[in-house]
């Protein structure tokens, strides 16, 4: 099944509508170090409301400036280990985190 715009696969846990099951599994293309281990999956637990005011997800939405933190937060893995994560991993991660965010809105 894919997500109905650019024909990409959905992964296990995100469903056509942009709901996602937690905790999400997110397989990285290029592993990541973290704590001195390689991580080729980073885990992602649901956000919470205190999320959504930590890193102004009610006002701003997902940013530039808040994502690699809010990831970090979300999977308890340091966030300069998320910023060395590949740009194809993080364009991904990030448009399934906003459609999530824009689905839980209606």
Known sequence: MSDGIGARPLLAGEKPDGDLEFPFRFPLRKAIRSFDEEKTEIVLEEPTADHAVKYGLLTRG????TAAALIADLTKVPEASIKRMALSDMIR???ILSRFLSQAAR
């Open 62 to 65: 997902l940013t530039d400036e």
């Open 93 to 95: 991660l990030t448009t």
